[in-house]
């Protein structure tokens, strides 16, 4: 043990400021964690003691073994409080002398008090749309993915791995991509993120410049069209019609535009597939004006009838596409691993952005999900989930449509984990607010997802991971709210 001055000796400070017999401590306040050690709690009582001003700068601190006696601990954990004290400025060390306050010491600051910042928390209830549910079996298999992989834990998780991620899994994803969305890429062409608005924040990051323009789909995502304006972006809401993405009016908006974001398989929240003309089209324009496409493939492992659409990627052949996916759907949201693939020209370019925004993805899960991949329980889990989203979807459909009695319409999605429920076109938006409201329900108003282009009145309604009873009671609930709002609004409408 290392031996630390003690103020046993006389000195002409002791004979100044004699040495307190007694400290005025206090092991058990707020400022002492319990459960700590000895020497730790024995430092924080010791600090706060000395930061309170009951001992003033430069008095003399007792012999070790006097505060062992006063407090109890082992002598040892008292030097090891005095060493960490003088290491971190709070007292000084005199050869000879002993352990005083030091001279000058830290003003004190007001405790730090609970944030008063209100951050809501994610919704959960009937309608929610993100939730999904993952089955039983595959949870089985996942941990013991999980627990194999932990227990063979090695080097390449000690190390700086590939900005890109492990290529075990960007081949796994590669081989999941050909026999999924018939898109032939290279593993080198993926990047393994924490999600799609990652993604989709590193590939604008690495193609844009602040300011530049990226076309968007009005009504579209919401969360991305803020991810695009929260990086200095522009985005330039383009209208959907029945066919996707309006190619022309955004040439008319924005001929300049960098980039297009777009949900060609499934349109969010539309639910619109994109015409072969217009995907033609589309990536036209991004060749002549030298653009990119961004397409979100967020749920086209849910398709309820007939086979999956090839991928606007696929047609394209990773030129001037780059496809975002994600398993956030298909196995849980907080994994937090989504992809992108990338043309080749763009490969160079966004694992430097990678490399500046955050290094490189966590490793520990990686192994996991591509055992996922490769032994075929991700796919025995979609089959199952599939059925179980179908089944979701069409109670949730029926039940608004009946219970609505045709004040709402509901196109049955042959696709994804959310349906969009309308009233007629004339009716106010505002209506569909107040019966949501009074209703009590979650899920999106259709107006929310749209930018510039007139609103829609109705309901952007998640109907994955929600129990079927809980989706039909709450669709009752919703339904007859919308009746009332609705014949609210015509007898308002009569007497004006
Ligand atoms: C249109 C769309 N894209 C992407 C995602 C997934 O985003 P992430 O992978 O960042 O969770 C969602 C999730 O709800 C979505 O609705």
């Not at 059925?387 to 608004?400: F, H, N, V």
Request: hydrophobic share 45%; with cysteine; charged share 25%.
């Amino acid at each position: 043990m290392r031996k630390i001055p003690t103020n046993s000796l006389p000195s002409a400070a002791k004979a100044s400021l004699p040495a307190k017999t007694e400290l005025p401590l206090d092991l058990r306040g707020p400022h002492v964690t319990a459960g700590a050690s000895a020497a730790h709690r024995l430092y924080q009582a010791l600090c706060e003691m000395i930061v309170s001003s009951l001992v003033k700068p430069g008095e003399p601190l007792p012999p070790s073994r006097t505060l062992a006696k006063q407090t109890g601990f082992r002598r040892n954990a008292v030097v090891i409080a005095y060493e960490r004290l003088i290491a971190d400025g709070f007292a000084e060390a005199k050869v000879g002398s002993g352990t005083f306050v030091a001279a000058r010491i830290p003003a004190r600051t007001a405790a730090p008090g609970k944030p008063k910042v209100a951050v809501d928390a994610p919704r959960q209830g009937a309608f929610a749309l993100g939730c999904t549910h993952i089955d039983e079996r595959a949870v089985q298999r996942f941990r013991a993915f999980v627990g194999r992989r932990m227990r063979a834990f090695g080097a390449e998780h000690l190390h700086y791995g590939d900005p890109r991620g492990s290529r075990e899994l960007r081949a796994a994803i590669a081989d999941h991509l050909l026999s999924a969305r018939g898109l032939r890429c290279d593993p080198d062409q993926i990047v393994i993120t924490s999600g799609t608005l990652h993604a989709l924040r590193l590939v604008l990051s690495a193609i844009l410049k602040a300011g530049d323009q990226v076309w968007c789909e009005d009504p579209g995502y919401p969360i991305a069209r803020k991810t695009i304006a929260h990086c200095g972006y522009r985005a330039v809401p383009v209208p959907v019609d029945e066919h996707g993405m309006r190619v022309a009016k955004g040439r008319t908006a924005a001929p300049n535009a960098r980039a297009a974001y777009v949900t060609p398989s499934h349109q969010f929240p539309l639910g619109v597939q994109m015409s072969m003309p217009r995907r033609l089209e589309l990536l036209d324009w991004a060749r002549q004006a030298g653009a990119f496409v961004l397409e979100d493939d967020y749920d086209s492992e849910f398709r309820y009838d007939g086979a999956p659409l090839m991928s606007l990627a696929g047609i394209d052949r990773l030129q001037r596409v780059i496809y975002l996916g994600t398993f956030a759907k298909t196995l849980f949201p907080g994994l937090r691993i989504g992809y992108c693939a990338l043309p080749e020209r763009l490969i160079a370019d966004v694992t430097a952005a990678r490399a500046a925004l955050d290094r490189f993805p966590g490793t520990l899960m990686e192994g996991a999900v591509a055992d996922m991949l490769n032994s075929g329980a991700f796919a025995a889990n979609l089959k199952r989930v599939r059925k179980l989203y179908r089944e979701a979807r069409d109670a949730l459909a029926e039940t608004l449509e009946a219970a609505s009695d045709g004040a709402l319409s509901v196109p049955v999605p042959s696709q994804g984990l959310h349906l969009v429920a309308r009233f007629a076109p004339s009716v106010d938006p505002s209506v569909a607010a107040r019966a949501r409201q009074a209703a009590g329900a979650e899920g999106w108003l259709l107006a929310d997802t749209y930018s510039r282009a007139p609103p829609l009145p109705g309901y952007v309604l998640g109907f994955s991971g929600h129990a079927v009873p809980l989706l039909v009671a709450s669709a009752e609930r919703l339904a007859r709210e919308s009746r009332a709002a609705l014949r609210t609004r015509n007898k308002s409408a009569r007497r004006a």
